[in-house]
């Protein structure tokens, strides 16, 4: 049901650097509408990773950061930690859909 | 700091009506720099945006097409809380239900900031 499309899991070792994809289309991502990121541990609500693209809200550290080109957006996770693993998601407006969508998330493991 | 505490059913029989509770602390519904929305998350449907309520000069509500003919939410300024009613539900109605603030560039509808606080979420089962 998800219009915006991320790989279902990335890994990585501790200290690494991954991305995660958010593949969107010209109503949504490329119809120049904001992109937040999302994480979400077990058993709780989603937490504000990145809004406006590439904005870190107070309290989340630098290693996380955000981009956006054309119809798809990224966020990058570097020196990764063992408490960032977690599902993330990514989350837009969808212009035909008249509503915000989210993304199909992806989970992260440390290794 | 901006909290938000559900409460409602966690259980509801097929063909009823959900009806969720999101009591506001530490900001107002009626807030010209916020939007307050319901949001939904299963293991087949991802998380789901149901809909929304914000005040600027007057309500404003927008639902999900998905549900726009079963929905309703409300806001309450004397409880500052809003609610979700989700009509004639069925088995595929089953998720977790969240509330959540969106936060706008103040007097607007631009919604620069995210969802920037959430409730506790509430795990809602439909079924006889």
């Known amino acids: 049901q998800s219009v915006l499309t991320q790989p279902p899991s990335v890994s990585g070792a501790p200290g690494q650097r991954v991305t995660i994809s958010c593949t969107g289309s010209?109503?949504?991502?490329?119809?120049?509408?904001?992109v937040h990121w999302y994480q979400q541990l077990p058993g709780t609500a989603p937490k504000l990773l990145i809004y406006?693209?590439?904005n870190r809200p107070s309290g989340v550290p630098d290693r996380f950061s955000g981009s956006k080109s054309g119809t798809s957006a990224s966020l990058a996770i570097t020196g990764l930690q063992a408490e960032d693993e977690a599902d993330y998601y990514c989350q837009s407006y969808d212009s035909s859909l008249s509503g915000y969508v989210f993304g199909t998330g992806t989970k992260v493991t440390v290794l | 700091q901006v909290q938000l505490q559900q409460s409602g059913p966690g259980l509801v029989k097929p063909s009823q009506t959900l009806s969720l509770t999101c009591a506001i602390s530490?900001?107002?519904?009626?807030?010209?720099?916020?939007?307050w929305n319901w949001i939904r998350q299963s293991p087949s449907r991802g998380l789901e945006w149901l809909g929304r309520t914000y005040y600027r000069s007057r309500w404003y509500n927008d639902y999900a097409i998905s549900v726009k003919s079963r929905i309703t939410i409300n806001p309450d300024t004397s409880k500052n809380q809003f609610s979700l009613q989700l009509n004639s539900v069925t088995p595929e109605d089953t998720a977790v239900y969240y509330c959540?603030?969106?936060?706008?560039?103040?007097?607007?509808?631009?919604?620069?900031?995210?969802?920037?606080?959430w409730g506790q979420g509430t795990t809602v089962t439909v079924s006889s």
């Open positions: 959540a603030r969106a936060k706008a560039v103040a007097g607007t509808k631009y919604f620069y900031y995210g969802m920037d606080v």
């Open positions: 530490g900001d107002s519904v009626s807030s010209n720099s916020a939007a």
């Open positions: 406006g693209n590439s």
């Open positions: 010209s109503s949504n991502i490329g119809a120049a509408y904001d």
